[in-house]
């Protein structure tokens, strides 16, 4: 793969705004030179633009090196920025998976990039030889969501890998709920993957969807790419110092992963036994997608009772279909005896 033939030529030839946190970064003991007020520190100053503090804790474990980790505000800017970067707008297409995330889509549209969908197998696998079919040359971006958003299936490595190698153009991996999966993290097959961009997210297992931050894995001359068409400073001041203080946390964010796992069996299992539900998909993920009897009809009266799922009814191939969160044992069990006391 040319990884300058896949890329804008705009985008190419770009040359980057250079920040003052850019152009100085040692140390000093006076700042004059980037317009900030000298009061209210310590959120008088720019945030570190790079922020290398968190990329370094995510190196360590992640086993990535800094420069193969790019940090944005949410997945939802790395997601964006693919297009921004890869697609000519009116020229050229993106391949994905499909049902899979929205925001693939929105961001192709708001972009003027042609979505390509090819539809998953019946039992929600990738298809993987169809979508590599679906590609032309001017197909720039292929989308992977996995575990998938809203089927909760994941993928086996071995097909990613072998995916991966075959796409003559960028593969994104979207591994958002990659942390509640039995099937094991890409990121360990980056160094063979020279096109592949893996995405994780801080919104899910890490509990922190407040405060955005979206993770991308890719070669260096990506991670520079990406950097290059971001805004300054797109990660604020707060979410770096909280990301600092949360993945300094992984032994409790692990419990709550664990705790989750229990809760999601739990979970299953009560609605295998639930009058109102006809079938529930397996899931590598902290949802379930489920099958019930009238979606719409189960969604309002759940919606009455204060409970708030997903109604996938007008996704395709999700038709009567919820995506049920898992949450805490309480809310699981309020959740199960509205669905039994609807079916009564
Ligand atoms: C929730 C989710 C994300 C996370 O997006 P953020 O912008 O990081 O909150 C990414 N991808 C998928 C498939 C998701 O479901």
Not at 35 to 63: C, H, T, W
Not at 254 to 274: D, F, M, Y
Not at 333 to 344: D, K, S
Request: glycine share 4%.
């Amino acid at each position: 793969m040319e990884l300058e033939k896949l890329v804008r030529p705009n985008i190419l030839k770009l040359e980057p705004y250079s920040c003052a946190r850019n152009e100085f970064s040692g140390t000093a003991s006076v700042w004059l030179d980037a317009n900030e007020s000298p009061f209210n520190g310590p959120y008088n100053r720019y945030p570190d633009p790079l922020q290398m503090q968190v990329k370094q804790q995510l190196s360590a474990i992640k086993g990535v090196p800094v420069e193969s980790i790019f940090l944005g505000n949410g997945s939802d800017e790395c997601i964006d920025l693919m297009y921004r970067i890869f697609c000519t707008p009116g020229i050229d297409n993106v391949v994905a998976m499909s049902p899979s995330y929205g925001m693939y889509q929105v961001c192709a549209d708001v972009n003027d990039v042609e979505y390509r969908t090819v539809p998953l197998n019946d039992d929600f696998s990738v298809n993987f030889d169809a979508m590599l079919e679906a590609a032309d040359e001017h197909t720039k971006v292929m989308w992977i969501c996995s575990p998938n958003n809203p089927t909760g299936t994941a993928a086996d490595a071995a097909d990613l890998l072998n995916f991966g190698k075959r796409a003559k153009c960028i593969v994104v991996i979207d591994e958002a709920y990659i942390d509640f999966s039995s099937k094991p993290t890409m990121l360990t097959h980056l160094a063979e993957l020279p096109n592949v961009v893996v995405m994780q997210t801080l919104s899910k297992a890490w509990g922190s969807a407040g405060v955005r931050l979206g993770m991308a894995f890719a070669q260096p001359a990506i991670i520079a790419l990406m950097n290059n068409v971001k805004y300054p400073y797109n990660v604020n001041m707060l979410t770096q110092q909280y990301a600092i203080e949360r993945l300094a946390s992984r032994d409790e964010v692990a419990q709550q992963v664990e705790t989750l796992l229990n809760e999601r069996e739990w979970l299953i299992k009560a609605l295998s036994q639930a009058e109102a539900v006809k079938h529930i998909y397996p899931t590598d993920a902290n949802f379930v997608l489920v099958r019930v009897d009238d979606a719409d009809a189960l969604y309002k009266a759940l919606l009455g009772q204060g409970t708030v799922v997903r109604n996938r009814n007008r996704v395709s191939m999700c038709q009567g279909c919820l995506r049920i969160t898992v949450g805490t044992h309480q809310e699981n069990v309020t959740l199960m005896n509205q669905i039994n006391e609807y079916a009564r």
